[in-house]
């Protein structure tokens, strides 16, 4: 659960609490969360939960439960977080499969080479690189990025 509170506190127990929206997003931009056992009422928080259908979608069996709660358990605490490499996904899976993936990050990241591979972003990012320039003047910190960026994108494609 990424959480603010673990870099702004010294005191543990105040990121005990239930961890509100704008701890969360700022815990993910700070890239802090801890791991902590909770019950399943104080996790869900009035929400409905959901059985996801991981265990069709993965290519390895799930591992036995004493295995999941070992791995779970050995990670309780204090850890990095990131939005595209390590986050609340990759933990369950880690411990349910043995393999940290995101099937979400894996979206995310098919929708984005599919914008890069789309031809017509290089002539999108032409033209608001040539209306950058127009506005803000012709110099290295304009004209650098408009003539960088769709290169990589068009040899990215």
Sequence with gaps: MPDIMLALANNKQHSKP?????????????????????????????????????????????????????????????????????????????????????????KFCDCLKTIIRDQRSVALTVCIGVMYILCFGLSPSTTLPTILFPFFLWMAG
């Excluded at 239930?18 to 009035?46: H, P, Q």
């Excluded at 850890?79 to 993936?101: A, D, K, M, Q």
Aim: charged share 25%.
């Design 18 to 106: 239930v961890v509100t929206n704008k701890r969360l997003i700022l815990g993910c931009m700070y890239r802090k969360a801890s791991i902590r056992v909770d019950s399943v009422e104080n996790f869900a928080y009035g929400a409905q939960i959901m059985v996801n259908d991981m265990d069709e979608k993965m290519k390895c069996p799930a591992l036995a439960s004493e295995e999941v709660a070992r791995r779970a358990e050995k990670l309780v605490g204090d850890i990095p977080y990131s939005l595209l490499w390590s986050n609340c996904e990759h933990f369950v899976t880690y411990c349910r499969y043995g393999t940290p993936v995101s099937q979400q990050t894996g």
